[in-house]
C-alpha cells in the first residue's frame, strides 16, 4: 500500500465521551503537526532567519489563505441544521467581520500595510501559488460539502487552533518574532494579537471555544467523532501544504 495515501482513518470502535473526545482532538491535532512539521517556514521566521524581503512575501502569500476566511465560516454556518448551535456559530462569524471595527482580512490588510507598504490592492493583484489555493479551497470544500462538525474540526481546530490552551498560539509566537526580530512595531500587529485573544485568551470563550464547545455536545457517536478527527488531520495536511509551497518558492529547496 503506499505509504503516500493522505487519508487518515481513526477507528473507535464505540464513542467518546464529551471531555475525552475534545482531548483526543487536541491529542490528534498535535500529533499531525509533529507528524507533518508543518513549520519550517515558521521556524526560520521564528529564528529571525528570513530576509526582509522573503518576510514580506511570505505575508503577501499568508493574504491568499485567509482573505476569505468569512465564505468557509459562512458555509460551516448555512450547513448547520441545529438552531441552539447556529446561534453560537454566528457569534463566531460576527467577530470574524468585526463590526464596529475591521474585518479580520482587513487587519491583515494593515499588517501588509505598515509593516511592508503593501496595499490592499498590490495584495490581489499578486497571484497564489497553487499550493495556496489547493489549501484554501480543502478549507472551503470542507465547510461547503461535509459536514458542519467536519467543518469546525477542520477549519477552527486544524486551522485556526481554536481554543487549543495547552500551549501557546502560533500567532503569538509569530508576533513575538515579527516585533523582536524584525523590528515591526505593535501597531502593525493587531491581526496577530487579536487572534491570540480570541483563539486561548481572555476572549476565547467568545470566539475561539465555540467550536471545540460544539464538538463536545454534538459530535457524540462513533462514527461522527472518527470522521471529525480525520478532518482536524486533513486541516493539518493542507496547512503544510500551504507553508512547503511558500517554503519552496521563496527558498527553492
Ligand atoms: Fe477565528
Ligand atoms: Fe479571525
Known amino acids: 500500500m503506499s505509504t503516500l495515501s493522505p487519508v487518515v482513518q481513526i ?23 509533529k507528524e507533518l512539521n508543518p513549520g519550517r517556514l515558521a521556524g526560520l521566521l521564528l529564528e529571525g532567519k528570513l530576509t526582509w524581503e522573503q518576510l514580506k512575501q511570505y505575508a503577501i502569500h499568508m493574504w491568499w489563505l485567509i482573505n476569505e476566511i468569512q465564505k468557509t465560516h459562512g458555509y460551516i454556518y448555512q450547513n448547520c441544521p441545529i438552531e441552539a448551535a447556529r446561534k453560537e456559530l454566528i457569534k463566531n462569524i460576527i467577530v470574524e467581520e468585526g463590526p464596529p471595527g475591521p474585518t479580520h482580512p482587513e487587519l491583515y490588510v ?22 495556496t489555493v489547493a489549501a ?13 462538525l467536519e467543518g469546525i474540526a477542520a477549519v477552527i481546530i486544524g486551522g485556526e487552533k481554536g481554543g487549543d490552551k495547552s500551549r501557546d498560539n502560533p500567532l503569538y509566537t509569530m508576533s513575538n518574532a515579527l516585533h523582536d526580530r524584525y523590528g515591526i512595531p505593535w501597531d502593525a500587529l493587531r491581526f496577530f494579537t487579536v487572534h491570540v485573544e480570541l483563539e486561548q485568551g481572555e476572549k476565547a470563550e467568545e470566539h475561539g471555544e465555540i467550536g471545540p464547545h460544539l464538538l463536545m455536545q ?16 486533513d486541516g493539518v495536511i ?11 518558492h521563496l527558498l527553492g529547496h
Open 110 to 131: 494593515e499588517y501588509c500595510e505598515k509593516a511592508f507598504g503593501v496595499s490592499r490592492q498590490e495584495l490581489e493583484s499578486t497571484r497564489p501559488l497553487a499550493t
Open 238 to 248: 493542507v496547512h503544510k501544504v500551504f507553508f512547503d509551497g511558500v517554503y519552496h
Open 136 to 148: 484554501r479551497n480543502h478549507f472551503l470544500w470542507v465547510a461547503l460539502t461535509k459536514s458542519w
Open 11 to 33: 477507528h473507535l470502535g464505540k464513542p467518546l465521551p464529551p471531555e475525552a473526545f475534545l482531548d483526543r482532538v487536541y491529542d490528534e491535532l498535535h500529533r499531525a503537526e
Open 218 to 233: 454534538y459530535a457524540t457517536t462513533a462514527d461522527i467523532q472518527e470522521k471529525v478527527l480525520a478532518a482536524v488531520w
